[in-house]
């Protein structure tokens, strides 16, 4: 008899124990993850951990570091989310579609990493837009602007999100100032095979046509040729006579060349050249030396204003060293923060642990309205594209590209 009471004891004890934890029993229920992708489980006092794919080496450093140094001084400013420090892995996209695959690879092999900012370049970002959201990450871009990217009939893939601009604006921007800013009528437009340059310099040639212009060449380089003569000699011998404007929205050691040796071509001295926001950093600058008179450059309208862009600034050059590298600084830090703001919506939250949705994460970013960024007022489609789109063109005065135009 003494064996069994003590057996009922111990059951009656377990009983009072579990109606005691009932409320952690309930907690530990509706800390469960429900979301139809997974989640991201944070420990008491572990950092929040996001990734960068930014091209961070090579000749187009300037463009992925502008925007990885916008990233970290959204970080730094952010201070903890939810009570947590905020970790960034940042990794290298190299401007192409196989260091956007390997970075995205290396990303997603890590559970622990919320969202990813990035890519810098268009053609990294098909890639890694495909293997995170196979993977059910939500990848933000503060630099992609090739049309594709949100296209569902084209590269787009769920979790794919950018607050750069559609290169559909840029193109027709670029053309509305050549052809009625300027008065030309006849141009051609040179790409290399990337998603955004192939993109935008399309972009271009549809409005300009629009406008009422010709397009007398629609041609390709090859990235990493030197010599442009051939293709330049090319479309100074167009059916439809040498164009009055040449746009070559390529990448920097591309567009140096290119702005240099089309000044060499019978037939195209006096044609007007316009490159784009891959051509856009001090490194640019330099390369192109004074071939870049008489030049003009299109990208995002860099006239940002208020008490955040200037603390913004002056946090830029303090922790940096410098000025602004190139043109997406603000787009990054304005990606970072939308990615803050929603895991401070959907996460839940247990005894200083966090849980947070990745389909949840997804939903929050697609649900942007009214977002209030550096670059402006945000509101995402339901395709990924958030930006406030302004376009700028801009010159090289002095070594500074200057806005001349709207």
């Known amino acids: 008899m003494s064996k069994?009471?003590?057996?009922?004891?111990?059951?009656?004890?377990?009983?009072l124990v579990l109606a005691a934890c009932g409320g952690g029993g309930a907690s530990s229920a509706a800390f469960e993850c429900t979301d139809e992708i997974g989640c991201v489980e944070v420990a008491a006092g572990a950092p929040i951990r996001i990734a960068s794919a930014l091209v961070i080496s090579g000749p187009n450093a300037d463009l992925g570091l502008d925007s990885q140094h916008g990233v970290e001084i959204a970080i730094e400013f952010k201070g903890d989310v939810l009570g947590h420090p905020v970790e960034l892995q940042a990794e290298d996209d190299g401007c192409s579609a196989e260091g956007g695959q390997t970075a995205g690879q290396k990303i997603v092999s890590d559970p622990s990493i919320v969202a990813i900012i990035g890519t810098s370049c268009s053609g990294a970002g098909v890639p890694l837009a495909q293997i995170a959201s196979d993977a059910g990450y939500a990848v933000v871009s503060p630099s992609n602007t090739a049309p594709s990217l949100t296209d569902p009939a084209q590269?787009?893939?769920?979790?794919?999100?950018?607050t750069a601009h559609n290169d559909k604006v840029q193109g027709a921007a670029m053309a509305d100032f050549a052809y009625n800013t300027l008065g030309l009528t006849t141009a051609a437009a040179i790409h290399d095979g990337d998603p955004y340059t192939e993109g935008?310099?399309?972009?271009?040639?549809?409005?300009?046509?629009?406008?009422?212009?010709?397009?007398?060449?629609?041609?390709?380089?090859?990235?990493?040729?030197?010599d442009m003569r051939p293709v330049l000699t090319s479309i100074a011998a167009s059916a439809g006579g040498a164009p009055e404007?040449?746009?070559f929205p390529v990448f920097t050691a591309e567009c140096a060349h290119l702005a240099t040796q089309s000044l060499e071509v019978a037939g195209l001295e006096d044609t007007v050249r316009g490159a784009a926001d891959g051509c856009f950093s001090a490194a640019a600058a330099?390369?192109?030396?004074?071939?870049?008179?008489?030049?003009?450059?299109?990208?995002?309208?860099?006239?940002?204003?208020?008490?955040?862009?200037?603390?913004f600034a002056a946090a830029?050059?303090?922790?940096?060293?410098?000025?602004?590298?190139?043109?997406?600084?603000a787009h990054a830090f304005d990606a970072t923060n939308m990615v803050f703001a929603c895991i401070e919506e959907v996460a839940k939250q247990s005894d200083g642990a966090l849980l947070i949705g990745r389909q949840d994460l997804r939903d929050c970013?697609?649900?942007?309205?009214?977002?209030?960024?550096?670059?402006?007022?945000?509101?995402?489609?339901?395709?990924?594209?958030?930006a406030d789109p302004k376009i700028a063109v801009y010159e090289i005065q002095s070594g500074d590209y200057v806005a001349i135009w709207p």
């Open 155 to 162: 590269a787009w893939k769920p979790g794919y999100l950018r």
């Open 316 to 329: 830029y050059q303090s922790n940096f060293g410098s000025a602004p590298l190139s043109v997406f600084h």
């Open 200 to 226: 935008l310099a399309n972009a271009f040639r549809e409005a300009f046509e629009a406008e009422g212009g010709t397009v007398v060449a629609f041609t390709a380089v090859n990235v990493g040729d030197t």
């Open 365 to 386: 970013l697609y649900a942007t309205s009214g977002f209030a960024g550096i670059t402006g007022s945000l509101t995402c489609n339901e395709y990924g594209d958030c």
């Open 4 to 15: 069994r009471f003590l057996a009922l004891i111990a059951v009656l004890v377990a009983g």
């Open 245 to 247: 404007f040449l746009f």
């Open 286 to 311: 330099e390369a192109i030396g004074s071939a870049s008179a008489g030049m003009y450059f299109s990208g995002p309208d860099l006239a940002f204003s208020g008490d955040t862009y200037t603390n």
